[in-house]
């Protein structure tokens, strides 16, 4: 004999198993969901991680077209004056050189843009680590900050902790700052005594806020030796006159007529460049200053060192890169270093 299920239990069953099913279908939508967008976002990483390495070749294309195109400024087989000159006139435009790569509407199109500048053009302070004329070069950068505008005191002491930060011993020069400021900071550190690898260590010393640095960063740099740079007097942007006022200053502190006198030299420059750095002590300007050759062997009409910002941008990336090269006779252009830029 058959027993039949009540009619109402069997309707209970059949709601369970509805129940079930939107249930199952709920849950498997939310993986499906969850794996599209896992796949979703491992194509989105796949095509970043594409791009990157793309830009980098591009990167590396630029830093090889700028080599070769440094090399023809001392290439035997030229005119090395003339390649001089348009190196002048490429860092004086202050504009990058671009060169287009891809279609329009092509996914990989974009450009290559590399800016030049000289890199020489800086107050090196590294060279303040020199204990035989550090007296001397404090004396300069304090003389240059002067020039932009920080009052004599603040001048001096910019300079002194400066050279604390780069010189090898602990004891601190007048108005400086050593271990015994950096340790009673919060966090506390302690001074480099050695050689700053990048201008940037000037934001970590005594008293250097960011908007100090900013006034100061455009006419300061570190160079990876003690040297002074030998400013170009052919690279020379006009704002950049306190580079060279230093050099006809004859007292301490800011004097007008060294300040005309740098911006004339500057502003009287022929286009294709001044020929010998006697050309410029010659000038009238210059002659009435009475230097009797005073400064001449700290500037030169050509570079050895260049610093190069490569830009590439591609879709909607952009990348940047600084790099150095020296130039150097036979050797040609060499890589000193490169790094990412933001």
């Given amino acids: 004999m058959t027993v039949r299920k009540p009619m109402k239990s069997r309707k209970n069953e059949r709601g369970a198993v509805l129940l079930t099913t939107l249930l199952l279908m709920t849950v498997m939508a939310g993986l499906a969901v969850a794996i599209m967008d896992d796949i979703r976002f491992s194509v ?10 793309q830009a980098d070749w591009y990167m590396r294309g630029g830093e090889a077209f700028a080599e070769n195109w440094l090399n023809s400024l001392n290439s035997p087989n030229s005119n090395v004056a003339d390649n001089q000159a348009g190196f002048a006139q490429i860092v004086l435009a202050q504009q990058p050189i671009v060169f287009p790569f891809g279609e329009g509407q ?85 001074a480099a005594n050695t050689l700053m690898m990048d201008i940037t260590e000037l934001r970590a010393i005594e008293g250097i806020t960011e908007d100090i640095y900013v006034r100061m960063q455009p006419f300061l740099c570190a160079s990876a030796d003690m040297k002074a740079n030998k400013i170009n007097l052919n690279t020379l942007h006009p704002e950049q006159w306190p580079l060279l006022a230093i050099l006809f200053d004859r007292d301490e502190g800011e004097d007008d007529e060294e300040v005309q006198v740098a911006k004339a030299v500057i502003a009287q420059r022929p286009l294709a460049g001044y020929e010998t750095v006697g050309a410029v002590w010659a000038l009238p ?49 060499r890589l000193l270093s490169r790094r990412g830029a933001y």
């Avoid at 989105?44 to 390495?53: C, D, E, H, L, P």
């Fill in 106 to 190: 092509d996914v990989d199109s974009g450009d290559l843009g590399i800016v030049v500048s000289d890199g020489r053009n800086c107050f090196n302070v590294n060279q303040l680590a020199n204990s035989k004329t550090n007296k001397i070069t404090r004396g300069l950068l304090a003389d240059l900050l002067t020039f932009l505008q920080f009052d004599t005191l603040q001048a001096e002491s910019f300079a002194a902790s400066i050279q604390d930060w780069v010189d090898g011993d602990i004891i601190p020069e007048q108005g400086g700052a050593e271990d015994l400021t950096y340790t009673a900071k919060n966090p506390p550190y302690h």
């Fill in 285 to 333: 300007v210059v002659a009435d200053l009475e230097l009797r050759g005073a400064g001449q062997d700290m500037t030169d009409v050509k570079t050895d060192l260049v610093n190069l910002e490569i830009i590439v941008r591609r879709g909607e990336q952009t990348r940047r890169q600084q790099a150095s090269f020296s130039l150097s006779g036979e050797a040609g252009a």
């Fill in 44 to 53: 989105n990483r796949a095509v970043g991680v594409q791009n990157a390495a």
